[in-house]
């Protein structure tokens, strides 16, 4: 069969080159050459003998200085100031850890939080098994993820639901300057937050709930197909009742005071960290990243 | 060729060079390949090649257990190969069993030669493989499914890893042993390629061949590992392709 | 690697959602998910089933071999089930020895072909105290979506029903023939979620349960087997109404087992 051919968009069912501009999507496998262009290798690629091969599945992503592959699966890679949903996994006596779909669990500290917390009584303000939205801070070499809670619309979650997807499929949630967001929680008058890590809390009434809940689900498994937003606009409207439309409603009387108040449509990703340790077939340098 | 004197052994190679199910000596079995055929592994790919069947999913990266195999500078890959009790001829009692721990132990190896673990310290990425059904080859479809598994669960890593036995029977050097060849032939040699660097990441030989065999054996092994590759790369672009109008939000 | 900690405002949503006869996938207390049957999976087994029920995945292959019968029943076959919760089919499962819930679903599906005679084990019987089949029933997990048992079951009674004795592979007979099945036990499982009972709980919906209970049921009306899980409890009430409900699910199952489709 030869050499390893660069895929081109699947449309067009040939071979194409993959110098497209921003915007044209062109899906990458491990191992296959990406065509650099004097970009250098950013995260999602590696350069052997002055050329660059992508590492990860995923969506070539030229920004230039940098060329990148954005990933299309896989867990939860914590970037600092992401916005993240954690559960309690295991409480100690200075700090607590929380699974957030990251490789590694996430220490969350006492100090990180607005709470009086004395030493040894962590369990008295969280438990295993309750839920929080924390903000990543640091990333340190050994893989250890540092967040805090201390932020505006951080805080305990209570009541409500949580949805887990795959953290690649969160930028499409978001919508682009924040519009699919803005869509389901208008049309539905849920109250949302959204966790860069493929964590997403819902809170409304039962039907709202169950609405945002549908179309969560539409966007995680339908979403490759086009006409993403038509179709999930199109659901929510055929089953809103009226009073839904509009501003979407304080929240609940009773509602906890550490619940956020506003969806957290935190930024899609922009420019890779020019700090960033970048992969190469290397070990990394001691110090970098 | 074959056990001198015993009933049964079939012929392996006709005159005219066509094996025992018809196919030519540098001829693969036919490959199916399914991406993240399970729902709740982070990766998983399902392989069907010639009449093997073979299931691999990917977890991780994430917290390892037990903790003290934890590696301060970079993942550990823990492999975990096995085959299921219905999958042979004769059952196989389930359990740990010396060949599934060899074969566990040489594709950790091969993928820690190509996964980028340094870039997840102190985590575990797990890969198991469970042969539901045998026929020759299964360690190399297990290593297929693994490799597209763990690209399915969007593990870094140079290039997935293609991988194929060959062989000698009748004389010849053929590709992708079957069963009875494997049994009935003189030499078993899986092999994996890195197709970016062109090296191999796995070799193992059962049997015994001449330097000349060896040579045009690492050739054909390395054309069947290419044209494998090909298959692995169509299974995963078949599961995430990407169609015109998707909108990126950056 | 532990146990994934499923978060508590899932299973307090998941139980309110119950307290008014509703699930999280839109169901009714009473509805099964998807159910589906593929006979004849894996070749290398005398007969083999992969069912799905939901997102679940069960595989299960029948291996016949010549053996040596019991000294306590010379007369007598043997059949021997083993279920394996590989660690492939969920992130809560590692690998090594058999753990808990594993001998669970094994001797829980083991009692129901057993008590139901789904397969007469005289006629297993070779040569009286020499020499008889030994059936496996090896059940493989491959995807862990909630209710094991149910679906262990219904792959083990989909490879019985379709399996071959090799009688002439180990020279036993001339031919050979279609292992007899006399009786068809299916398995339907309950759980509790606050005051409302629903049947084929999901793997969040396992978890947020307060008790669950298992009902084997045979095509002639008997109840074969029973297990009670989880930490809850359940009145005799209940459980006769489960029992009613399990007899009704079971005619579509064994239906399912045998050939057809949801």
Request: charged share 25%; proline share 7%; hydrophobic share 40%.
């Amino acid at each position: 069969m030869g050499r390893s051919h660069r895929p081109g968009p699947r449309r067009q069912g040939r071979e194409g080159s993959s110098s497209h501009p921003s915007g044209d999507r062109v899906l990458v496998l491990p191992g296959e050459e990406i065509p650099s262009q004097g970009l250098k290798p950013g995260p999602g690629t590696y350069r052997v003998g002055g050329k660059v091969y992508a590492s990860v599945l995923g969506l070539l992503s030229p920004r230039p200085p940098f060329v990148q592959v954005v990933p299309l699966s896989g867990r939860y890679i914590p970037k600092p100031h992401d916005v993240v949903i954690g559960t309690v996994t295991d409480v100690q006596g200075t700090f607590w850890l929380l699974d957030i779909g990251a490789p590694r669990w996430a220490p969350l500290h006492m100090t990180g939080t607005p709470w009086p917390v004395e030493i040894g009584e962590t369990e008295k303000f969280l438990r295993v098994g309750e839920s929080v939205v924390v903000q990543v801070e640091n990333l340190d070499p050994t893989g250890r993820i540092g967040v805090t809670m201390n932020g505006e619309g951080l805080g305990k979650l209570e009541g409500g639901s949580i949805v887990r997807i795959s953290p690649a499929r969160i930028p499409r949630v978001v919508g682009r300057g924040g519009s699919m967001i803005q869509t389901i929680t208008q049309r539905t008058g849920a109250q949302v937050a959204v966790g860069q890590n493929g964590r997403i809390w819902v809170d409304g009434d039962p039907e709202a709930i169950h609405r945002v809940r549908e179309a969560l689900r539409m966007i995680s498994e339908d979403g490759q197909r086009g006409g993403l937003t038509e179709r999930v606009d199109s659901y929510l409207r055929s089953t809103t009742t009226s009073g839904d439309e509009g501003p979407h409603d304080p929240p609940r009387e009773g509602a906890h005071r550490d619940a956020p108040e506003r969806e957290f449509a935190s930024a899609p990703p922009t420019e890779p960290d020019v700090d960033q340790d970048i992969p190469t077939d290397d070990p990394p340098e001691p110090g970098n990243n | 060729m074959g056990s001198v004197g015993a009933k049964d052994v079939p012929v392996l190679l006709s005159p005219e060079g066509l094996r025992i199910d018809g196919r030519r000596v540098d001829e693969l079995r036919p490959i199916k390949i399914q991406a993240g055929a399970l729902k709740h592994a982070d990766g998983s790919a399902f392989v069907e090649w010639g009449a093997n069947k073979v299931m691999a999913a990917v977890y991780g990266p994430r917290e390892v257990h037990p903790r003290h195999l934890q590696q301060n500078t970079k993942a550990v890959i823990q492999c975990k190969y096995n085959m299921a009790a219905f999958s042979v001829d004769e059952r196989k009692r389930p359990g740990l069993d010396r060949r599934s721990q060899e074969i566990s132990k040489v594709i950790a190896e091969a993928f820690e030669s190509v996964v980028f673990a340094e870039e997840f310290p102190r985590t575990s990425i797990d890969v198991y493989i469970e042969v539901l059904q045998a026929n020759a080859g299964t360690r190399c479809a297990g290593l297929v499914a693994a490799s597209v598994a763990l690209a399915d669960a969007g593990i870094p890593m140079a290039d997935l890893l293609p991988a194929v036995a060959v062989g000698k029977a009748g004389g010849a050097i053929i590709l992708d042993l079957k069963k009875e060849e494997d049994n009935f032939g003189e030499a078993d040699l899986p092999m994996a390629l890195v197709p970016q660097s062109g090296r191999l990441v796995l070799l193992q030989m059962e049997g015994h061949m001449t330097r000349e065999e060896l040579s045009k054996a690492l050739d054909l092994g390395v054309k069947g590992c290419r044209d494998i590759y090909e298959v692995m790369k169509q299974a995963l672009r078949d599961r995430y392709m990407v169609t015109p109008g998707q909108e990126g939000a950056a | 690697m532990s146990e994934e900690v499923t978060a508590e405002i899932l299973t307090t949503h998941i139980l309110d959602l119950a307290g008014k006869g509703k699930r999280l996938d839109g169901r009714a207390a009473d509805e099964y998910r998807k159910i589906t049957v593929e006979h004849g999976f894996v070749t290398t087994a005398d007969g083999s089933a992969l069912v799905r029920i939901g997102e679940t995945a069960v595989l299960s292959g029948i291996k016949l071999e010549p053996g040596k019968p019991f000294p306590d029943t010379p007369n007598a076959g043997v059949l021997t089930t083993n279920a394996e919760l590989i660690p492939l089919s969920s992130p809560v499962f590692e690998p090594g020895p058999p753990q808990p819930g594993a001998i669970e679903v094994s001797r829980v599906v083991d009692r129901a072909i057993r008590a139901a005679e789904t397969i007469d084990l005289t006629r297993l019987c070779v040569t009286p105290g020499e020499k008889t089949w030994v059936c496996y029933v090896d059940i493989h997990v491959l995807d862990h979506g909630g209710n094991l048992i149910d679906a262990a079951l219904l792959a083990a009674l989909g490879a019985l029903t379709h399996a071959t004795v090799p009688a002439k592979r180990f020279g036993i007979a001339e031919a050979d023939y279609p292992l007899e099945v006399l009786h068809l036990p299916v398995e339907c499982t309950f759980v509790r979620l606050g005051e409302t009972i629903m049947v084929d709980p999901t793997f969040d919906e396992e978890r947020a349960a307060q008790g669950r209970l298992t009902i084997a049921t045979d095509e002639t009306g008997r109840i074969v087997a029973m297990q009670k899980g989880l930490v809850g409890a359940f009145s005799p009430e209940d459980i006769k109404a489960m029992v009613e409900r399990a007899f009704a699910h079971g005619e579509r199952m064994r239906a399912i087992a045998k050939g057809g489709n949801a």
